[in-house]
């Protein structure tokens, strides 16, 4: 049954079949009971935190770093062009992308794959093309 039908409207004998009723239900909030821990667990997960905390910061400061000096780098390039082309070079790039760009592939097409079915093998090779979500 598609998920659309539990909150459509009443049919107009005003007869729903409980769907939103179940609909409710569902979204209800369970009863849990809650879990004890002992005073070593606790500390053992707030150190666990801290330490993935820390992590997550190294990583984001060590990106930060290498986007600073990419920026720099950039910077750099646009200083050492001559002067006729410096102008050009500083100036954003507004084009759009090309919407027929060649995706890569997780490994190269083979022409022995290209039988006779030329047409349902190069379909078959694009449904595991990376980044797409037809895996």
């Given at each position: 049954?598609?998920t659309?039908?539990y909150?459509?409207p009443?049919?107009?004998g005003?007869?729903?079949?409980?769907r939103?009723?179940?609909?409710?239900?569902?979204l209800?909030?369970q009863q849990?009971?809650p879990?004890?821990?002992?005073a070593a667990?606790l500390?053992?997960?707030?150190?666990?935190s801290?330490?993935?905390?820390?992590?997550?910061?190294?990583?984001h400061r060590?990106?930060?770093?290498?986007?600073?000096?990419?920026?720099?780098l950039?910077q750099a390039a646009?200083?050492?062009?001559p002067?006729h082309?410096?102008?050009e070079?500083a100036?954003?790039?507004?084009?759009?992308?090309?919407l027929?760009?060649?995706?890569?592939?997780?490994?190269p097409?083979?022409?022995s794959?290209?039988?006779?079915?030329g047409?349902?093998?190069?379909?078959?090779?694009r449904t595991r093309?990376?980044?797409?979500?037809?895996?």
């Open positions: 049954m598609q659309a039908e909150a459509a009443a049919k107009s005003g007869h729903n079949s409980g939103t009723n179940y609909l409710l239900k569902v209800e909030p849990t009971t879990v004890e821990r002992t667990e500390e053992d997960a707030a150190r666990r801290k330490e993935y905390s820390r992590l997550k910061m190294r990583q060590a990106w930060q770093a290498g986007l600073s000096a990419k920026l720099k950039k646009l200083e050492a062009l002067p082309l410096r102008a070079a100036k954003p790039d507004l084009a759009l992308f090309p027929n760009r060649q995706i890569w592939r997780e490994t097409a083979t022409e794959g290209r039988g006779a079915s047409a349902a093998a190069a379909r078959a090779s093309n990376i980044g797409t979500k037809r895996r």
